[in-house]
């Protein structure tokens, strides 16, 4: 395992960019004729004379046409899920690239910071290793080392390059304002009426103390992220800072996308051997999860897991090839496991829809799912519905030339 692999980060910057695509586009879909349409507040005319401008007159889309911009909005949204899910590689990110520039030329009157840095950072994400983790379909990895994996190793060493460089040359731009270098700054930019999200707005910035302090902080942890995000002594503090900074924003400001666009950047800094050992640290114990070898969607759910275990704490076996051993069992009810898929977590053992949730704590790539899954858990529409499934499955005997875990692995 390469310790300098930063695979599952670029994975994590992935998605996260991918569903705040698909955010905004679900927001532009209703006011697509308003914001892209021959009545936008942005001409049709000055957009013509843009793309010719850079070159692209070839390539000029028919905004102006009936349903055109819904269906530009539709194809960024199924480009981004496509991505997101690793489906159709670098060329669907290219495709993703393409459509939002394509939008931010008939209008960039929406857009917003967190939309820049999007634009910037795609290009060397798609380059990346971003895809070795959360896809849907096997891709081929060369054995050795070629032009591509070393295209990938810079272009991910430059992406992160490129996030610290957003932090000094922001850090440069306040040190020219005379309000952050008079501590003053964070007190009228919570106090801007458009942007103060919650009344503790007013009664926070009537302190002197949190004012001076937080103005401070901020410049000098800008000025300081760029120089140590590198050294492992000093990275996840300053990482760890950038989350209370960037969580205060969206909290008290109402800029949510930008927040959200840069805390998501955070996790290509982190080496895919720090994921693992701070998760192994955190979780203590891997699962042993039992499936039905003689059920077809448990072998498909058993490859489909695998493919997620970035982290390597799910370890998948053929509960038919153990014949029913209490000591390779551990404890598991034989019987039941055959009913109800079986998951050893630590001391306990727990069936169907709670094994589900058992896997999904140790598969960082799903956590957003957990909530849901909890709500699910509490009304127990999880189990009825796991169970309903679990009656319905088909069982077909099968027999293996060789061991049929190895068959549930590939």
């Keep these: 395992m390469d310790k300098t692999s930063y695979g599952i980060g670029l994975t994590f910057f992935r998605v996260f960019i991918c569903f705040i695509i698909i955010k905004n586009m679900c927001f532009y879909l209703p006011m697509a004729d308003m914001l892209f349409g021959s009545h936008a507040i942005f001409p049709m005319q000055s957009y013509m004379q843009l ?11 028919p905004f102006h046409l009936p349903y055109a911009p ?26 993703v690239f393409a459509l939002i520039m394509l939008l931010k030329i008939r209008n960039g009157f929406v857009l917003d910071g967190s939309d820049n840095v999007i634009q910037v950072s795609l290009p060397l994400l798609i380059l990346a290793d971003n895809l070795r983790h959360f896809r849907f379909f096997e891709i081929d990895r060369p054995d050795k080392p070629n032009l591509m994996t070393v295209i990938a190793s810079v272009a991910g060493v430059a992406l992160m390059i490129q996030i610290a460089f957003v932090y000094f040359f922001t850090s ?65 503090y300053i990482l760890f800072f950038g989350v209370l900074l960037h969580l205060g924003i969206w909290v008290f400001m109402r800029i949510d996308n930008f927040s959200w666009v840069m805390m998501s950047s955070y996790f290509i800094f982190v080496t895919d051997e720090e994921y693992r050992s701070f998760y192994q640290f955190t979780m203590k114990r891997s699962a042993i999860v039992y499936i039905d070898g003689w059920c077809a969607n448990c072998r498909r759910f058993a490859a489909f897991v695998n493919k997620l275990n970035v982290i390597n704490l799910v370890h998948v076996r053929d509960i038919r090839s153990l014949n029913g051993s209490e000591e390779e069992l551990k404890g598991v009810d034989y019987t039941m496991a055959t009913m109800r898929m079986a998951t050893v977590a630590g001391d306990k053992v727990v069936y169907g829809f709670s094994s589900i949730m058992e896997i999904v704590k140790r598969l960082p790539l799903l956590w957003l799912l957990l909530p849901i899954m909890y709500i699910l858990k509490a009304v127990r529409v999880g189990d009825a519905v796991y169970g309903e499934l679990a009656i319905k499955r088909q069982i077909i005997p099968i027999h293996c030339s060789e061991s049929c875990s190895d068959k549930i692995d590939k």
């Excluded at 793309?51 to 889309?61: D, K, P, R, V």
Aim: with cysteine; charged share 10%; hydrophobic share 50%.
């Design 51 to 61: 793309m010719h401008g850079y070159g692209l007159g070839a390539f000029i889309y």
């Design 70 to 95: 819904q269906l530009c909005v539709m194809l960024t949204l199924v480009a981004a899920t496509c991505y997101m899910l690793a489906i159709g590689g670098r060329w669907m990110g290219l495709a």
């Design 172 to 236: 440069l731009a306040k040190l020219q304002g005379d309000l952050w270098l008079n501590g003053t700054a964070v007190y009228y930019t919570m106090r801007v009426r458009d942007f103060m999200a919650t009344p503790f707005n007013i009664t926070l910035t009537e302190s002197h103390y949190f004012v001076v302090l937080s103005t401070y902080f901020t410049l000098l942890w800008e000025m300081s992220f760029p120089f140590l995000v590198w050294f492992r002594q000093t990275k996840f």
